[in-house]
């Protein structure tokens, strides 16, 4: 009896003891890291970085001058001269860290006529945008300006794909680049013409993001309920009351083993929002067994867009936009309370059939959906909000590695990534007792 008492907590401790370890694996604390190729650069001319960070999801960047990028490696020039602190702020989940260093920005020499190509923006599928910033110091008049493209390196007036004029003078400006190719790397060169001679800025290049056929977002109509629903990974009777919606749209290059396909049920009441999620899979991976990062292993994702205008250009990495994501990161069957990215009273909870499914369940709670202007969220008068959910599905030939992964989205663009939720569907509260 001794003996088996003694098993049992060396046990119970061994378990927890491997339980902490999976945590603290999971968020590796980031290192910002970076190094300026030169300290003392000209009014124009692009400052070159190499970005030796270290275990980072995401990346902030203040150049000091009002500038800010989310780019791993930003290209950025100064229009005025001055001491500036360049800052990188390196994000992975809720652990974060910041370097700087300090830079000089000097006035070139009288009589310097030159233009730094801009970065390109506003990426599409058929489109772009680039331009260019202008620095004079010379006798010389700028007669024409803009940008040219090609597929080849080096584009030019005498050899391009297209090319803009945005006219005379000295005033930066930035030029539209179509039309484009889906998928095509290009490469684009701003220039200015004098009198006497045609400059060049920089190259820079982009890729045009791939075609997406016959893609609109979802959008479903979610039922008032009366009865509280328990939040235990089972499906209730009261669940039988509201329509199945798929998730079925397969993330790009990727593929899943889902069986028939993954489904979730959706209501409200005046406090939460519920979610029942419902995946096939003949193989449960969970990353604590997989030891691999969370979104790595499979689990469910739910992601929420509260504010008036769902069409902002913002995702779930900015924090203060409205945007939210509730996920299964833990390995309790049930969890309640402080979520990392929702902040109070969010209930969460897990059941596994025999390796044959797992059902998931939500409660997320109207008071931690925070809008922009810090208003919670009030169904009765905010009726719409962006809407998605992500089933992440990793099988056991990846063991450890990752190699076998693949995600499917009820309604967001395959092409894209949660730095931008303006593709997520929508869901409407109908009903209410107020």
Known sequence: MKKTAIYFILSAFLLMLAISCNKKEESIAPVASFTLVKNEVLVGQLVEIQNTSENAEYYAWDFGDGNTYPDENPGHFYNESGNYTITLRTINKELEDTYSENIIVKEPAQG??????????????????????????????????????????????????????????????????????????YFVRAYITTSNEVIYGNQIEFITKEEVVNYEPKSTDIAYTNTRIIIDGKIDDVWSNYPVNDINRLNAD?????????????????????????????????????????????????????????????????????????????????????????????????????????????????????????????????????????????????????TDFGAVNWSN????????MDDAGTINFIGGTK
């Open 254 to 402: 990727q593929n899943v083993s889902l069986g028939s396909g993954a489904k979730f049920k959706v209501t409200w009441d005046d406090d939460f929002i519920y979610i029942l999620t419902i995946v096939p899979d003949d193989n449960f991976y969970p990353h604590i067994d997989a030891s691999v990062a969370s979104w790595q292993a499979d689990r469910i994702e739910v992601f929420f867009d509260v504010n008036g205008n769902l069409k902002d250009g913002n995702g779930v990495e900015a924090t203060g936009t409205g945007h939210y994501q509730a996920s299964m990161d833990y390995p309790d069957p049930i969890f309640f309370g402080n979520d990392i990215a929702l902040v109070d009273l969010n209930q969460y909870s897990l059941l596994v059939n025999n390796d044959a499914n797992y059902i998931v369940e939500y409660a997320i709670s109207f008071k931690a959906l925070i809008d922009r202007n810090n208003l919670p969220l009030d169904p009765y008068q905010r009726r719409t909000i962006g809407f998605d959910i992500k089933v992440a599905d990793l099988d056991e030939p990846g063991k450890g590695k990752n």
């Open 413 to 420: 663009n395959i092409s894209d990534n949660w730095f931008n």
């Open 112 to 185: 310097t006529i030159a233009i730094t190509t801009k970065s390109a923006l506003n990426v599409g599928t058929t489109s772009a945008y680039s331009g260019g910033n202008i620095f004079n110091n010379s006798a010389e008049t700028i007669i024409a300006k803009g940008i040219c493209w090609h597929r080849f390196e080096n584009p030019s007036l005498e050899n391009n794909m297209g090319s803009t004029n945005e006219g005379a003078g000295n005033e930066n400006f930035t030029s539209a680049i179509s039309p484009l190719m889906p998928s095509t790397n």
